[in-house]
C-alpha cells in the first residue's frame, strides 16, 4: 500500500458513510412525501361525510391499506368521559366492538388519562416482568393474592402498541390505537403521522357525532322524555327503536264522555280541553318515568319497564294512574261548571310486548305489540267513569300497596276465555 | 462527552434487557439487569427508578455506571460509559416513563403500587459499538419491517 492511498482510505470511507448516510435520508424522505400525500387523500375523505361509521371505516382502512397497520382500533369515550367504548376495529376476530374501558387501564386507557400519545414495544416481556414483581410482592405479602388484572380488548398476545389520544381542542373524543404482534413494530416516524392522521380524524369523528346526536335527539324527542332521549343519543342506553321483546306494564286511559262533547262543544273548546288535560297528564307520565306511545285524541297509552328498566313497573303505573284520577276528577270539577260531563276510565294489564319502531320512512312510531296492549286497552274500554281495571296479574303485583276489589270475569273482545279484573279503590296507607 | 448514533435507538426499546453496572462509594461493584435502557436525547439516556435498589444508591454516591445495549435486529452491541446526572420527578421524560408503567402495572394489577419514583438522567460519556461477528439469526429474533 502505498503512502497516498493509506492517506485517501479514510476519506474514501468517510464518503462511502456519507453515502450511506443521504441514501437513508432520502429514503425517509420517500416515505414521507408518500405519507403526506396519503394523508391529504385520507383528510379529503373523512371530512366529505358526516356518517359516524363511515368515517371510522375510512380511517381504519388507511390504516391498513395506506399506513401497513394491520391490527387497529377506535374507542370513543361515553358521555362521563370516564370510560372507552371500542366503536371500530379492523383486523380482529372477533371485532370486540362494544367492549369497554376505564380511563387508565392499559396503554389505550393510560393514553386516554393522560392525553398524550404513547408507544411502546416489548410489552410481553414488561408484563412477564411485572407478574414477576407481582409474586415477589405477593410472598411478602405487600399485594393481595388474586387477579384485578384489567382485560383489555385488542390482540391477546400484542407487543407493540401506539396510541394516541383523539382530542378537539382539549376535550378528548376517544383513542386510536393500532398495535402488532411484533416487539418493535412502530418507529418515531409511524407516531408524527398517526399524530397527524389522529387529528383530522378526531374532528371528522366528533362533527360526525354531533351531527348524529341532534338527528337522533330530534327523533327520540318525540316520543322520550327530555333527559331520556339525551341519555340515549350520548350512548348512556341501548337504542331502543330497536325492535325487542320486554316485560312491560301497559295504561290505558280515556275520558268517558269525550266523543259526547266532542260532537256537541266548539271545537275551538274541544281542543282547550284537551290541551288542559293533556298537558296535566303528561305532567304525570314525566314524573312516574312512563313511556307515552301515543295519544289518541282523548286516549292515551304509556308503558313502563322500557326503554327505561325499572323494577317497580306495576308501582309506577297505579301510583300514576291513581294521581291522574285524582287531577282529572279536579279538573272536571271546573269542567262540570261549564256543563261538560267528563271522566277518566283506565285499564292496565302486565305481559310480554314486542317494541319498537313501527311504520315507515318519514313516519316512524315507537310502538308496542303484544296481547298485554290489547287486554289494557279492552279493561279500559270496561272501566266505569272515574274506574281504574286491573288485570289480575297487575292486582297481585301491587296487593301490599293498594285496596281493590274483584270485578269478576269479563267477557273482552280478542279473548277467547273471560279475564279476571280489579277495580283499584285507593292506595293503602303507607305502614 | 460522547453523542449517540441514529442506530442505537433500536438497542434502547427493551426487547432484549441490559445491563447496568455500578460501584459503591467504596469501590464495591454492582451488575444488574435492566429492561431498558430510555433514549431521551443524542447525549442522554434515561432509566426508571421503581423501587430503592443497589444502583439507584450506587450512582447517588458515585455517578459513574456502565451499560450494555444490544439491538434486537442485528446483535449489534454498545457499551455506554454514563454519568449520573440528576432525577426527574415530573417532565417530558417522566411522564412518557410513567405511562408506560401505569399501562403495565394495570396490566398485570399492580396500577398505583408499581409506580415510578423517578427517572434518572445520565450523561452519555462515551459510546462503543461492539461489532460482533455475523451469524444467521434465529427464528425468534424479530427481524425488522412490517407488522
Redesign the interface.
Known sequence: MTAERQDTQPLREQIAKNQQTIDRLNRDLARVSNEVRIIQQITREITSTLDLDEVLGIVLRAMERVL???HSMILLTNLAADRLRLAASRGYEPSGVGADIAL????I???AS?R?M?R????G???A???S??AR?EAAG??AP?????T?PGLPGAQ?QLALPLLVKDRLVGVLAVE?P?????D?LDEIILGIVGNQAATAIDNARTYQMVENLSRLKRFFSPQLAEAIVTGGTDDPLKTHRREVTVVFLDLRGFTAFAETADPEEVMGVLREYHGEMGKLILAHEGTLERFTGDGMMIFFNDPVLVDDAPERAVRMAVAMRDRVAALTGRWRKRGYDLALGVGIAQGYATIGAIGFEGRWDYGAIGTVTNLAARLCGEAQPGQILLSARVASGVEDLVETEEVGVLALKGFARPVPAFNLLRLKPPA | MATLPEEIKAAMQGVIPSHVVTCARDGTPNATAISQVYYVDPEHVALSHQFFNKTVRNVRENPQALVWVISPQTFDAWDLQLEFDHAETSGLVFDALDMQIEAIASMVGLKGIFKLKSADIYRVVSVTKNVGERIPLPDIVDPGGGR
Open positions: 401497513g397497520f394491520n387508565g387501564e392499559g396503554v386507557g393510560v393514553v393522560r398524550k404513547m411502546m414495544g416489548n410489552i416481556a414488561s408484563v416482568y411485572l407478574r414483581v407481582r410482592l405487600e399485594v388474586g387477579s384485578n388484572a384489567a383489555l407493540s402488532s411484533k416487539p418493535t413494530a412502530f418515531e
